[in-house]
């Protein structure tokens, strides 16, 4: 399957947008949003940051993405992600002011010596929405894999924080919905087709009947059709896999699906980010608001990480 430099392009700067739209106001709650709601890019709010500034999600999605754009390496995931956190690379403004307990827990295993793939916790309590939020260029790697290989390597860069099957599991179907709106599906036939193949696939490789039916909501049910108030925003791995979901159903933009997603409140920059990869995918680069990008930090240094990416991708060094 081809990958075009549009669809690189707008994976990553899906995820960057929807992040510093979420980043003034991550932690405020719906009612708050409901009254002041987010409607543009804006600045400082929680983290005192400037309009445009990316967080953790971005820096670590960049992270991810460079490794793939010099041929995907493990141990380059986990060195980018160490030089990240105590050395600034990939911020938008030279600081991370922004980790999640279980992303630096694992840092600090990986420093220690740990093996990436047992770095992360695999405790169910650390099913946090870390490796979620990262995810979205591995797509570039494993988009032309059997079902199985694509399992195995996304528990892979997961379990370099988040190592418990729930996170895995999000993130498989995240990557999967993702490769159906690369072929070019519409969204709601995508979600039924996931529908469809998702828990076979889930059952051939094993995973316990427990763990598939925790995203009954996504497997079984119309998630489009459930009202806000049942829509969780919350950082626990399911909530936002589930928001995102909902958020790209039930909106006809970009711009509509990620402020969709700010302004459900709480994990605004996560939840926004997870969507953002999504709908650039669905929608193009061309659907991102000119203004957002012309505000948002290190934009041309991130089309360049794209255009990599895209020349990776064509090189047959994503393929190996």
């Known amino acids: ?14 995820v960057a947008v929807g992040d510093a739209l979420g ?53 380059q995931v986990a060195r980018n992600f160490i030089n990240w956190r105590n050395h600034n690379y990939w911020t938008a403004t030279g600081e991370v002011f ?13 420093v220690q010596g740990a093996s990436p793939e047992l770095a992360g916790d695999e405790g169910e309590n650390a099913n946090g929405n870390g490796s979620l939020m990262r995810i979205l260029p591995l797509i ?27 996170a895995v599991i999000a993130c498989f179907y995240y990557l999967e919905f993702a490769l159906e709106l ?12 996931l529908q469809k193949t998702f828990p076979d696939t889930l059952r051939k490789l094993s995973v316990p009947q427990n763990e598939i039916s925790i995203f009954i909501r996504l497997l ?28 790209l159903l039930t909106t006809n933009t970009y711009t509509e699906a990620v402020l969709k997603a700010v302004n459900l409140g709480e994990d605004t920059d996560t939840t926004a980010a997870v969507t953002g990869g999504l709908a ?19 934009r041309d240094d991130i089309e360049d990480l794209a ?10 060094g994503a393929r190996a």
């Open 1 to 14: 399957m081809e990958i075009s430099l549009n669809a690189c392009q707008s994976l990553l700067l899906g």
């Open 23 to 75: 980043v003034p106001v991550e932690f405020k709650q719906r009612a708050y949003l409901k009254q002041h709601p987010v409607t543009s890019m804006t600045g400082y709010g929680t983290h005192h940051q400037p309009a445009g500034t990316f967080s953790d999600d971005a820096s670590l999605t960049f992270c991810l993405a460079e490794s793939i754009a010099s041929s995907f390496d493990l141990k």
């Open 98 to 110: 922004d980790v999640g307990i279980t992303t630096q827990r694992a840092i600090d295993s990986l």
């Open 140 to 166: 570039v790697y494993i988009k032309d894999k059997p079902v199985t290989e694509r399992f195995e390597i996304i528990k892979q860069v997961s379990s370099v924080t988040h190592r418990h099957i729930r």
């Open 182 to 193: 690369l072929q070019g599906k519409p969204k709601l036939e995508a979600y039924l087709s």
């Open 220 to 247: 079984v049910d119309r998630i489009d059709m459930i009202d806000e108030d049942q829509i969780y925003s919350s950082g626990y791995v399911l909530h936002t896999l589930e928001a995102s979901i909902w958020c």
């Open 280 to 298: 650039g995918l669905l929608y193009g680069f061309d659907s991102i608001p000119q203004n957002w990008l012309l505000t948002l930090a290190r």
């Open 307 to 316: 255009l990599r990416l895209f020349n990776q991708s064509h090189s047959g």
